[in-house]
């Protein structure tokens, strides 16, 4: 059992509030995941030829206290990049000029035990251990702002309490993805892709799922193309909630028995695995409140 919250700005002079609306939105999830949270938010992208990573350096000695400037100057030094970052505590933003593979191979080089969570020109992750309030609170949720956001709160069921297995998940760029349920095939799509060259970092469910639907948009399908293809390839009982630049999108499997519901406004799109996370939003008492339907995709645009 876990907890899923999305939240959608559509007024612009909204977006200032993004993380302050999201907060109680994820704490109100906190019993249906308590063991660690995560969350992904879409900013305004950075120009076609600089991309961002977010890193996290949770794994060393004193991360709460890593020098992320010390490591931009060895990789501005080593490759000439223009990096810079932004850090909150053992997670740091590095955005940087030219393509994220050549970045990624040199901090696996040089510095083995960080980890990327996530590679785009609009996307920042933040994900680790802790109680949803105890993590919103460490990477200071509430002063997130930008259009869109995908967050999760996890009770692990089938694999380690880790940060790199907490949600979101995320696969190419600006792809993301988080998931209450479980899957009963993500080995025979971890077998399916690996002739691919599709390589995975973790042993969770969820991953398989991501890196499938990425793989499948990066082969051309739309997303609602990609999504039908979940359907005929992933097994088992799932809500899940996407991120994209410009995209957001929730589905449920045909049996529909892990719960969500949708608040829609002229304002916002917010979405949860229970309404008591959007009971503070402003206005939902007059938001078209609805339950979605089983194996039917919804969309909306950012």
Not at 77 to 87: D, F, H, K, S
Not at 121 to 150: M, N, W
Not at 174 to 201: K, T
Request: net charge negative.
């Amino acid at each position: 059992m876990c907890g899923i919250v999305g939240l959608l700005i559509k007024t612009p002079s909204l977006r200032t509030q993004l993380g302050e609306l999201m907060v109680p939105m994820m704490i109100g999830m906190t019993e249906r995941g308590p063991d660690s949270a995560g969350l992904a938010v879409f900013t305004p992208p950075l120009p076609a030829n600089r991309r961002k990573i977010s890193v996290f350096a949770g794994q060393l000695p004193h991360a709460d206290s890593y020098n992320w400037n010390s490591l931009v100057a060895a990789l501005n030094a080593a490759l000439q990049v223009n990096a810079t970052v932004e850090a909150k505590g053992n997670h740091g933003v590095i955005a940087f000029d030219g393509a994220a593979a050549p970045v990624k191979d040199w901090l696996k080089s040089s510095a083995p035990l960080l980890q990327v969570f996530s590679t785009g020109r609009s996307i920042d992750l933040y994900k680790d251990v802790g109680t949803p309030a105890q993590v919103a609170e460490r990477y200071r949720f509430a002063d997130f702002q930008g259009s869109h956001l995908v967050g999760h709160t996890r009770m692990a069921t089938e694999s380690a309490v880790t940060p790199d297995r907490a949600h979101p998940f995320t696969a190419g760029e600006d792809f993301c993805l988080v998931h209450n349920g479980s899957l009963s095939n993500p080995y025979g799509i971890r077998r399916m892709l690996a002739p691919y060259g599709i390589q995975f970092d973790t042993d969770n469910d969820t991953e398989a799922a991501t890196r499938f639907l990425e793989w499948r948009l990066r082969e051309g399908d739309t997303l609602h193309q990609a999504l039908q293809k979940g359907f005929e390839v992933l097994d088992g009982f799932y809500t899940f909630l996407m991120g994209t630049p410009n995209e957001r999108a929730l589905l449920r499997d045909p049996f529909s028995c892990k719960p969500a519901v949708v608040a829609e406004t002229d304002d916002y799109v917010a979405i949860a695995s229970e309404f008591r996370s959007l009971a503070h939003l402003p206005g939902v008492k007059h938001a078209h409140v609805f339950e979605p339907a089983p194996e039917e995709m919804y969309v909306w645009k950012a």
